[in-house]
Nanobody
Framework: QVQVVESGGDLAQAGESLRLSCTAS????????MGWFRQAPGKEREGVAC????????SYVRSVKGRFTVSRDNAKNTLYLQMNSLKVEDTALYYC??????????????????WGQGTQVTVSS
């Protein structure tokens, strides 16, 4: 039984930073490609960032490049999303996902098998 849990979502002012964390029980994250997705009210879920099994490859949606950084700490079995220079447009429910279908890094949600419940990030101006 695999359970994925995100944390770190909070209220923030535009320009501030937050760090999201993701842990999993029943799965070593180092064995999986990991991704962050988000869904804002009235919008479809989109891929935000991902990191390959090795940690060598990462991808970001254009709107967060230069501001967000995805990383993993295998010793802690934890995935992170460092979110800097937050914008109001970043407001969304953020999901952590683990993929065993493909160990490569991609922003296609079909690549991922296990999903967390989401953590809310709300950015105010």
């Amino acid at each position: 039984q695999v359970q994925v849990v995100e944390s770190g979502g909070d209220l923030a002012q535009a320009g501030e930073s937050l760090r999201l964390s993701c842990t999993a029980s029943g799965l070593r994250l180092e064995y999986a490609a990991m991704g962050w997705f988000r869904q804002a009210p009235g919008k479809e879920r989109e891929g935000v960032a991902c990191i390959s099994r090795s940690g060598r490859d990462t991808s970001y949606v254009r709107s967060v490049k230069g501001r967000f950084t995805v990383s993993r700490d295998n010793a802690k079995n934890t995935l992170y999303l460092q979110m800097n220079s937050l914008k109001v447009e970043d407001t969304a429910l953020y999901y952590c996902a683990a993929g065993l279908i493909s160990l490569g890094c991609g922003l296609d949600e079909r690549q991922y098998n296990y999903w967390g419940q989401g953590t809310q990030v709300t950015v105010s101006s």
